[in-house]
């Protein structure tokens, strides 16, 4: 019997997606190859790092993908469909991030 290896497909935004933090100047560590329920990718700001799952409108999480975020404890872990929801999760981690310095 011949096996064909599981290829995790990534959404037609992904490329836009990453697109879009890198010009805000936001790294990106993409973990689409990860599968199993892992978000698509890790963000890093602000001496922060989030995790971002990436749907196109209209699409829905895999059962492993809801799975792995009911099971996280780390980071946030962010769903972005578009530019809107890049924005304001870069906003989102500036924002947190100057909360943490304040706390220091």
Same mark, same amino acid.
């Given at each position: 019997?011949?096996? @064909?290896?599981?290829?995790?497909?990534? =959404? #037609?935004?992904?490329? *836009?997606?990453?697109?879009?933090?890198?010009?805000?100047?936001?790294?990106?560590?993409?973990?689409? =190859?990860?599968?199993?329920?892992?978000?698509?990718?890790?963000?890093? #700001?602000?001496?922060? #790092? =989030?995790?971002?799952?990436? *749907?196109?409108?209209?699409?829905?999480? *895999?059962?492993?993908?809801?799975? @792995?975020?009911?099971?996280?404890?780390?980071?946030?872990?962010?769903?972005?469909?578009?530019?809107?929801?890049?924005? =304001?999760?870069?906003?989102?981690?500036?924002?947190?991030?100057?909360?943490?310095?304040?706390?220091?």
């Amino acid at each position: 019997m011949r096996r @064909f290896a599981h290829r995790n497909v990534r =959404d #037609a935004n992904h490329t *836009k997606v990453v697109g879009w933090y890198t010009d805000l100047g936001i790294g990106v560590v993409d973990l689409a =190859d990860v599968g199993k329920g892992c978000p698509d990718l890790m963000v890093h #700001a602000f001496g922060l #790092a =989030d995790l971002v799952e990436i *749907k196109i409108e209209g699409g829905k999480m *895999k059962e492993s993908q809801e799975e @792995f975020m009911k099971e996280w404890h780390g980071p946030l872990l962010w769903l972005v469909r578009g530019m809107p929801d890049v924005v =304001d999760h870069v906003r989102d981690m500036y924002r947190r991030s100057k909360l943490l310095e304040k706390a220091a």
